[in-house]
Nanobody, 124 residues
Framework: VQLQASGGGLVQPGGSLTLSCAAS????????TGWFRQVPGKEREFVSA????????YYAEHVKGRFTISRDNDDNMVYLQMNSLKPEDTAVYYC??????????????????WGQGTLVTVSS
């Protein structure tokens, strides 16, 4: 599976941005998808994830109510709508996929495939 994250950029505090994750290759249409982020010098952290069906979604506490994850299985796309952005949301955002169903999608160690990351900068 190859993953391509896009949609990052510079946005003012309080603004919105939508990230996209395109999956391709064998098994691209399978399994759940997660978003993680990393600030230089810090460990990568979980942001949000959705199961393959889209029936279940998960969010880190610090993004609940502001971020929304969605997916389009026809096009193998997953989106992360980010609203009310704060400077502390500044990070490189990565999308990722495990290679099994039923895993704990909040656990980074259970993911097998990673995109290259897209930079989100929240600043005035």
């Amino acid at each position: 599976v190859q993953l391509q994250a896009s949609g990052g950029g510079l946005v003012q505090p309080g603004g919105s941005l939508t990230l996209s994750c395109a999956a391709s290759g064998r098994d691209a249409s399978k399994y759940g998808t997660g978003w993680f982020r990393q600030v230089p010098g810090k460990e990568r952290e979980f942001v949000s994830a959705t199961t393959w069906s889209g029936r279940n979604s998960y969010y880190a506490e610090h993004v609940k109510g502001r971020f929304t994850i969605s997916r389009d299985n026809d096009d193998n796309m997953v989106y992360l709508q980010m609203n009310s952005l704060k400077p502390e949301d500044t990070a490189v955002y990565y999308c990722a996929k495990p290679k099994a169903y039923g895993v704990d999608l909040t656990q980074e160690a259970l993911y097998s495939y990673w995109g290259q990351g897209t930079l989100v900068t929240v600043s005035s």
